[in-house]
């Protein structure tokens, strides 16, 4: 695998994880500003790892 592949399936690995984070935040959340903040941070990293599973696609990379 070539160096650029193996950054862009490491950043889909932590975006991945940065999802889960996320998501655990957001269902954690009482207080509405920490759940406006918790929202929006799930909105960012899903379109983060969306872009970046878009980037494998075209480049024919499988990300397991």
């Known amino acids: 695998m070539?160096?650029?592949?193996e950054l862009?399936?490491?950043s889909i690995k932590?975006?991945?994880s940065e999802l889960?984070?996320?998501v655990n935040l957001f269902n954690e959340m009482t207080d509405f500003t920490a759940i406006d903040y918790a929202s929006y941070n799930?909105?960012?990293?899903k379109?983060?790892?969306s872009y970046l599973m878009q980037i494998a696609?075209?480049?024919?990379l499988s990300v397991g």
């Open 42 to 45: 799930l909105l960012a990293v």
């Open 47 to 49: 379109a983060k790892y």
């Open 2 to 5: 070539k160096p650029d592949e």
């Open 20 to 22: 889960e984070q996320a």
């Open 57 to 60: 696609k075209e480049k024919g």
């Open 8 to 10: 862009i399936v490491t």
């Open 14 to 16: 932590n975006a991945r």
